[in-house]
């Protein structure tokens, strides 16, 4: 399996998910938000960050980036697409995933770990949580509180769209448990094709238990199969 | 001519640091606001001297860029 990086001026996140693509053994490559053309590749990844400054708003600036017309084309085609945090961000400014991510509820930068539910693994980046359905992964933001109106809400349930709900260590999806303020807690979302995944929290620093822990390695894992 | 385009969160959607104001306000002895609402102003100058164009250009830009519609509405007007 093929990766592309995607780099922006502000990303932070690039080098953590290329170690962690790298050690599921996906050949991964880094291309620059100039570029005009995207490496051949099974999968383009926007990774966390604050790219542009979080100028205007947050993910609005790289997603009308140079290389983005390539990774929407790639998503067209059926080609995945993963966005964590600030990419999650971009893909919703993209239009490639629906709703937008606005300033937490407290307008803090919440920076901790926390429960997650997989809502979804009927699709090709969850399948693993078959196994483990309620994980623990770090989130890193500041606009993480992801707002949809209701139509779109209920469409997002029907669809079965919703990926990740935040919890807590029991599973249970509830107020408490809901750090930023997100609608329906939700946590990550996938587009009607299931190819695109959008998320805050973040499976690349998950990877190793000797460090963090190792719950993130279930989703690098899933797109292997 | 110039653009101005006034960029302010929908009425349904939470805006926290308009509520913070809102309170800040209050406890500055405003007591009689029923609420604040923050948003973003923009300037753009056009080389451009048909308004209509100007106006024109000026939806284009706050529908592409300069607000995101999901949670966004724009005022646009334009001046010499």
């Known amino acids: 399996m093929k990766s592309s990086v995607i780099v922006f001026p502000g990303s932070n996140c690039d080098r953590d998910v290329a170690v962690a693509l790298e050690k599921f053994q996906i050949k991964n490559q880094m291309v620059w938000h100039n570029d005009l053309s995207l490496p051949k590749s099974d999968l383009v990844v926007l990774p966390g960050g604050f790219s542009y400054g979080d100028y205007l708003r947050t993910g609005s600036i790289a997603g009308k980036s140079k290389i983005i017309k390539e990774v929407i084309e790639h998503a067209k085609n059926g080609g995945l697409v993963l966005g964590i945090c600030n990419g999650f961000q971009i893909l919703t400014e993209t239009g490639l995933l629906p709703g937008v991510l606005l300033r937490n509820k407290d307008l803090k930068f919440i920076s901790k770990n926390v429960y997650l539910k997989v809502t979804n693994t009927n699709n090709v980046f969850c399948t693993n949580f078959k196994k483990k359905n309620v994980v623990e992964f770090p989130i890193a933001h500041n606009e993480g509180n992801f707002f949809a109106n209701d139509n779109l809400l209920n469409k997002l349930e029907d669809q079965n769209l919703i990926a990740f709900k935040y919890c807590n260590n029991k599973g249970e999806i509830n107020d408490e448990a809901n750090p930023n303020g997100s609608s329906k807690n939700i946590a990550g979302v996938l587009n009607e094709k299931k190819n695109v995944l959008g998320l805050m929290p973040h499976p690349e620093r998950v990877i190793e238990p000797l460090l963090s822990g190792k719950d993130g390695s279930l989703l690098f894992e899933s797109l292997l199969k | ?80």
């Open chain 2, 1 to 80: 001519m110039k653009i101005s385009a006034i960029v302010t969160l929908k009425n349904d959607v939470l805006d926290p640091q308009g509520k913070v104001v809102s309170q800040t306000l209050k406890n500055m002895g405003y007591k009689n606001i029923s609420q604040v609402r923050q948003g973003k102003y923009f300037e753009v100058h056009l080389d451009e001297k048909n308004p209509a164009k100007c106006k024109e250009v000026a939806e284009q830009m706050c529908k592409k860029l300069l607000s995101n519609t999901v949670i966004e509405e724009y005022k646009i007007s334009i001046s010499e």
